[in-house]
Each structure stands twice: as C-alpha cells, then as structure tokens.
C-alpha cells in the first residue's frame, strides 16, 4: 500500500524558517522522482519543487533561492526546508510521486501518489 505522509507544517512569522519532512512507504522510492505542490485558499495546487534521481532539483520561480528539495533515499524520505518564508507561502503543502522513468513534470496531473498535505501558516 503507497503513503505518502508529511509533517513539519505549522504557524510561522514572515522571514521564519520551516522544515517540511514526506515519509513514503509502498513503493520503490529510487524508481520515483518527488515533488512539493501547495495550495492556498481559492487557489489551484502549483508545483513548488521538485527532485528526481537524487541530484537534479526543480523549483518554482517564486520560491527559487527560499526552498530547498531533498530526500534521504536510505530513509525513503523527502524534504522541503523552506527560509524566508512570507504571508503569499501560507498554503496546504502536499507531498507527490512519479515513476522517474517517465521524465520530471510541474503539473499534478502527472503524479499518481500524493500525501494528506500540511498546513503551513506564514504571519506578517
């Protein structure tokens, strides 16, 4: 059975730091690439970042510089820390899967395994 759990999330102040943490369980996680969507209020899930075959790393432009993709394949986990985090981060942030064969992709139609998200909250 596929998991895919996340953790860190919570209540921060503009400028914090977070470390967002997807446990996945149920598949072969080397055969996988990795990515971070989110999804605010009103808003459509967007791609935040993403990593395939361990080293090479996709960010959106809006978080390029801030976020950090990485994953710990001994451990079957992957991490997002994000830095200078602002009020327009405040979003649901949900963890997903992709057989790395099929190439990287942003859009989440493309990724067949996904967590139950976490709640991040940035205040000004």
């Known amino acids: 059975q596929v998991q895919l759990v996340e953790s860190g999330g919570g209540l921060v102040e503009a400028g914090d730091s977070l470390r967002l943490s997807c446990a996945a369980s149920g598949f072969t996680f080397n055969n996988y690439a990795m990515a971070w969507f989110r999804q605010a209020p009103g808003k459509e899930r967007e791609f935040v970042a993403g990593?395939?075959?361990?080293?090479?790393?996709y960010y959106a432009d809006s978080v390029k510089g801030r976020f950090t993709i990485s994953e710990d394949s001994a451990k079957n986990m992957v991490y997002l820390h994000m830095t200078s985090l602002n009020p327009e981060d405040t979003a649901v942030y949900y963890c997903?899967?992709?057989?790395?064969?099929?190439?990287?992709?942003?859009?989440?139609?493309?990724?067949?395994?996904w967590g139950q998200g976490t709640q991040v909250t940035v205040s000004s």
């Open positions: 990593i395939r075959l361990t080293t090479s790393t």
């Open positions: 997903a899967a992709r057989a790395a064969r099929l190439g990287f992709s942003t859009d989440q139609w493309h990724y067949n395994y």
